[in-house]
Each structure stands twice: as structure tokens, then as C-alpha cells.
């Protein structure tokens, strides 16, 4: 934790909203899981920001949310899966036959490689 963090974190009195990065501080969340949980419902941003647009979250809601145990656990689970599901997309994206070509590809290219070099070194000699 920086000392900007800390010094915020240690503030009386906290301004009304924050944005994703103090939300993420007061909850203990990394700033990009913030918008995983919210687009799964879990955290609610302020009025109708748009989709590209900064995002405020409310104080109280976060301190509500902070104070909770099952939502923690909730959060958790699903910042969990998320990771999961991104996982599984990756390896079903290269299947087994895709990375064995491309180590045998990988392996030719070095195999040429050494061969051109060794040409070289012989040429030079």
C-alpha cells in the first residue's frame, strides 16, 4: 500500500463517492475486479454513467457492502470464476493438436535457424 492509499484510507471524514480505484481500497478488491463485480450485479455505480464513462461509487453503499460476510464471500466467489471462465476460454481457444503443431513448427524455425548459422560461421571462416 502506497502512502497515498494510506492517507486516504486514514481521512476523518471520506467524501460522499469515490471512484473505482478508492472502491476497490475500501473493499479490498484490486481496481480491476470493480467492474467485474459490477457487471455481475455485485456493486452498483452511482446514476447512469455511460458504458465508457468514469464511474462513482456511493460511501455508504460501500461501507454496507464492506461490513457484510456473505457478500464478501459472494464477491470473492466471483472474481473467482471470472478467472476461471477466462481460463477455460483460453484453453479451449488452442486445443492439445494446435500447441503441438506449433511446437514442431517452433522447433523446424530453430532446427533452419542453427543450420543458417552454421552456414554463416563456415562462409565467414
Not at 25 to 50: Q, R, T, V, W, Y
Not at 68 to 82: G, H, N, P
Not at 86 to 115: C, F, G, H, M, W
Request: aromatic share 6%; net charge positive.
Amino acid at each position: 500500500m502506497n502512502a497515498q492509499d494510506e492517507q486516504f484510507l486514514n481521512l476523518k471524514t471520506l467524501p460522499a463517492r469515490v471512484r473505482v480505484e478508492e472502491a476497490a481500497l475500501l473493499l479490498g478488491f484490486s481496481p480491476h475486479e470493480i467492474p467485474i463485480l459490477a457487471a455481475n450485479g455485485l456493486i452498483k455505480p452511482l446514476g447512469h454513467p455511460p458504458v465508457t464513462g468514469v464511474k462513482y461509487f456511493s460511501i455508504v453503499a460501500l461501507e454496507e457492502l464492506r461490513k457484510d460476510e456473505k457478500w464478501l464471500a459472494r464477491a470473492s466467489d466471483c472474481i473467482v470464476q471470472y478467472w476461471q471462465d477466462v481460463n477455460q476460454r483460453r484453453r479451449v481457444a488452442q486445443p492439445a493438436d494446435q500447441i503441438r503443431e506449433t511446437r514442431r513448427d517452433l522447433k523446424r524455425r530453430l532446427r533452419i535457424s542453427a543450420l543458417r548459422s552454421s552456414r554463416f560461421e563456415s562462409a565467414v571462416e
